[in-house]
């Protein structure tokens, strides 16, 4: 059997212990620049360590040093007792003076190299460091199994997947048959395209009854890396099916789920992993997610909702939260968690482009502008945000600011038809219908769907007293979208000036979609597509 101490992938550090280095020391040390140390003494320290009292540990072992300061096992031992100790330099210090001290010592090569297992996210140059010294340690014992098996794992981790399986290759055949083998083998061919060996190895290691959570959990991120999902839901399946699954596993599967689109599944499978962690707030923001794309936004409210009494700090918590209380027409609720998200993350741009989004239809129109005036400095290069901020001045009646910023985006492909509207409206508020009328049908020449724009058109046609135009424009506004707006406000004025016995019915209709209000920002918020 592969004796290791489980190197951990991203998935596991969330998940498990801190580091558990071993304690790889001889009984008698031989060859020691000084005296060694006596046996009692490195019993005592190994119990002190094995016990968790690190202080009484190091001060025995720089104790001892005193006396035999070139002692290996002393200094093998105090780089455990660091490393313990999350004092990831000094046990790389104390590991290699062993080794300088007695550069036979295989234990401090594998304390070593475990230790840079244990600090790949920390150090970036770990991943080498520890492939180089467990190469180091099989120059001299080639057929030591745990240096294999742990290179080959480092290698697999770089991308090297042919000299990964070739120190898989130097097991002995009991060991390669081992699932912490068989899972590495399995990433190795994954990420060589060989998909039938790759699928072989799968097989064999869910088969197998030595099978832990660990061993499949240290190759998912190569094998997400070579987008092999197909084979990460197989493995993490087999978990499932084998009851071996926690909740890193079962997260990590209900992400699986999601990114395929299987949202029933991701949900059911993420609900799982939530009774084991309730208390995990990214776990409920995730679930959130999968519930908004269901279009289920309440419960996606309640996941927000637990996930907030968690971390109430995290903006992006607040973020999505008022985002889904846009579309549910929420508006004060979204006001509120939308202004929280920017407090707490000021320099965000999307965060304030929403909040610039939900001010523009509150009382006071003007609270929208330094929201979507935060966006064009964080975002000068997208024309969107200034057609935003002069939409916000339209609404707060700055006509001239307005149209100055319609003018900057006039020509942009993704802003064009906007702001000929716009400036079609300001035309049409300065009287001169014959500018707003060739500012409206150069937008819908560009959006032949721009439903405001029919209606805006509509109300030019009744200024006009032309009525037959006006009622055709705001029918196909209405053709479009039937609760819109302005379409029915401009209907109900045409109804009015003609005196039109449907009047008082469009009067009672334009009173139910007055309150509901709010669609005016989730339309400003799909101009960016700002989503959760």
């Known amino acids: ?21 071993m304690l790889l020391l001889p009984a008698v040390i031989v060859a020691s620049p000084a005296k060694p140390s006596s046996e ?11 016990a968790g009292d690190s202080g009484a540990a190091r001060a025995a072992i720089r104790k001892a040093l005193k006396d035999n300061p070139h002692d290996a096992g002393l200094f093998n031992l105090l780089g455990v007792v660091e ?51 467990y190469e180091k340690l099989l120059s001299f014992q080639p057929g030591n199994v745990e240096a294999n098996y742990q290179c080959a794992t480092l290698l697999m981790q770089q991308g090297a997947f042919k000299p990964s399986l070739a120190r898989l290759a130097r097991l002995p055949r009991n060991s390669q048959d081992h699932p912490q083998a068989l899972a590495v083998r399995c990433a190795d061919y994954a990420g060589l395209g060989d998909r039938a060996q790759a699928e072989a190895a799968a097989h064999r290691l869910l088969q197998s009854p030595l099978l832990t959570e660990a061993d499949i959990l240290t190759v998912l991120p190569a094998l997400e890396a070579h987008q092999q999902t197909a ?47 309730p208390d ?43 985002i889904v209380c846009i579309e549910e027409n929420l508006a ?43 966006y064009c400095e964080l975002k000068p290069e997208d024309p969107r945000g200034r057609l935003a901020l002069g939409i916000s001045y339209f609404n707060a009646h700055e006509n001239a600011e307005a149209r100055r910023m319609f003018q900057t985006v006039a020509e942009a492909p993704e802003t064009f038809a906007a702001a000929h509207y716009y400036l079609g409206r300001l035309a049409n508020l300065a009287g001169d219908l014959p500018s707003a ?14 439903t405001d724009a029919y209606a805006e058109l509509g109300l030019l046609y009744v200024k006009q007293k032309d009525y037959q135009k006006a009622q055709e424009a705001l029918q196909r506004a209405l053709e479009m979208r039937q609760d819109d707006y302005l379409a029915n406000l401009n209907l109900l004025v045409l ?19 007055r309150k509901r209000r709010s669609e005016s920002a989730k339309e400003l918020l799909r101009t960016i597509e700002v989503r959760p």
């Not at 036979?104 to 920390?122: D, F, I």
């Not at 009328?437 to 721009?450: D, F, G, I, M, S």
């Not at 109804?495 to 979609?513: H, L, S």
Request: charged share 30%; hydrophobic share 35%.
């Open 231 to 277: 084979l990460e839901t197989e493995l993490l399946e087999g978990l499932v099916n084998r009851r071996l699954a926690s909740f890193a596993s079962l997260r990590a599967l209900g992400l699986i789920y999601h990114q395929q689109g299987r949202l029933d599944r991701a949900r059911e499978t993420l609900e799982q992993a939530a009774q084991l962690k």
């Open 280 to 322: 995990s707030a990214p776990l409920l923001v995730e679930l959130a997610r999968v519930a908004y794309e269901q279009r289920d936004r309440k419960g996606a409210l309640g996941y927000l909702a637990h996930a907030r009494e968690l971390d109430p700090e995290n903006p992006g918590i607040h973020f999505f939260w008022g």
């Open 40 to 50: 009692e003494t490195i019993q005592q320290i190994q119990r002190l360590i094995q």
């Open 1 to 21: 059997m592969i004796h290791v101490g489980e190197p951990r992938t991203r998935l596991q550090r969330s998940c498990l212990a801190g580091p558990a280095l």
């Open 495 to 513: 109804y009015q000036r003609t005196r039109d016995p449907r009047a008082d019915e469009q009067a009672k209709k334009f009173e139910e979609i």
């Open 437 to 450: 009328t060739t500012e409206l049908l150069a937008a819908l020449k560009a959006n032949p769907r721009y």
């Open 83 to 133: 490393a313990q100790q999350g004092n990831y330099r000094e046990a790389e210090g104390d590991f290699r003076k062993a080794i300088a001290a007695l550069p036979g010592y295989a234990g401090a090569y594998l304390n070593l190299g475990r230790l840079y297992q244990e600090n790949l996210a920390r150090d970036p140059g770990a991943l080498k460091k520890g492939i180089d010294t």
């Open 332 to 374: 004060e609720e979204a006001y509120r968690s939308l202004k929280k998200a920017v407090s707490l993350k000021p320099e965000d741009p999307y965060y304030n482009y929403a909040l610039g989004a939900v001010a523009t239809v509150r009382q006071d129109a003007r609270e929208a502008i330094p929201y979507f005036r935060k």
